[in-house]
T-cell receptor
Framework: GNSVTQMEGPVTLSEEAFLTINCTYT??????LFWYVQYPGEGLQLLLK?????DKGSNKGFEATYRKETTSFHLEKGSVQVSDSAVYFC??????????FGTGTSLTVIP | EADIYQTPRYLVIGTGKKITLECSQT?????MYWYQQDPGMELHLIHY???????EKGDLSSESTVSRIRTEHFPLTLESARPSHTSQYLC??????????????FGPGTRLTVL
């Protein structure tokens, strides 16, 4: 079946540190892959997405590359800021029907 | 910018009350979803709809019901609230046509507390 596994948190980093949040998926074929971000007290916001192998999604300094060979979609940012403190969700979807979300990774960035 | 709204944002009610959580979107999306988010952050799909007069139960068993009489509106109702219903409820919608326009857009959520 389809599933998403992401790195467990919480993750605590100092400002300007490098961020990686691992995400791997199980699915047949080529699903679309997403990263969502949730700030305290809010709903989820789409951060970036990729729809085919080797695609790189990017937004606000965050990047993730769709790796079919390793079934991965790791989230990276070169220099995190305090304002990046949030919960990050990896997800996959087939044609926008059912979505499969990871369990979320909490990130805290300290000054 | 996504236009999906949820009301109320916060609700505290007593056990046994009937409540309806409202969700509306102005994007003309066919597909709409309700998730329950537990304190550990994990999202659980409780209901979804692929269009008017179409509703299905999700993966998590829920005592709530939904209706989809209009494309833009997808309310969730609890006939008799209990403390176990205390949670964050998130509504989402998706254009969901094909492979390239299939991301979900989320509302701000309703935090429900049942005393």
């Amino acid at each position: 079946g389809n599933s998403v596994t992401q790195m467990e948190g919480p993750v605590t980093l100092s400002e300007e540190a490098f961020l990686t949040i691992n995400c791997t998926y199980t699915a047949t074929g080529y699903p679309s892959l997403f990263w969502y971000v949730q700030y305290p007290g809010e709903g989820l916001q789409l951060l970036l997405k990729a729809t085919k192998a080797d695609d790189k999604g990017s937004n606000k300094g965050f990047e993730a590359t769709y790796r079919k060979e390793t079934t991965s979609f790791h989230l990276e940012k070169g220099s995190v800021q305090v304002s990046d403190s949030a919960v990050y969700f990896c997800a996959l979807s087939w044609s926008g029907n059912q979505f499969y979300f990871g369990t979320g990774t909490s990130l805290t960035v300290i000054p | 910018e996504a236009d999906i709204y949820q009301t109320p944002r916060y609700l505290v009610i007593g056990t046994g009350k009937k409540i309806t959580l409202e969700c509306s979107q102005t994007m003309g999306h066919d597909k709409m979803y309700w998730y329950q988010q537990d304190p550990g952050m994990e999202l659980h799909l409780i209901h979804y709809s692929y269009g008017v007069n179409s509703t299905e139960k999700g993966d998590l068993s829920s005592e709530s019901t939904v209706s989809r009489i209009r494309t833009e509106h997808f309310p969730l109702t609890l006939e008799s609230a209990r403390p176990s219903h205390t949670s964050q409820y998130l509504c989402a919608s998706s254009l969901g046509r094909g492979h390239f326009n299939n991301e979900q857009f989320f509302g701000p959520g309703t935090r429900l507390t049942v005393l």
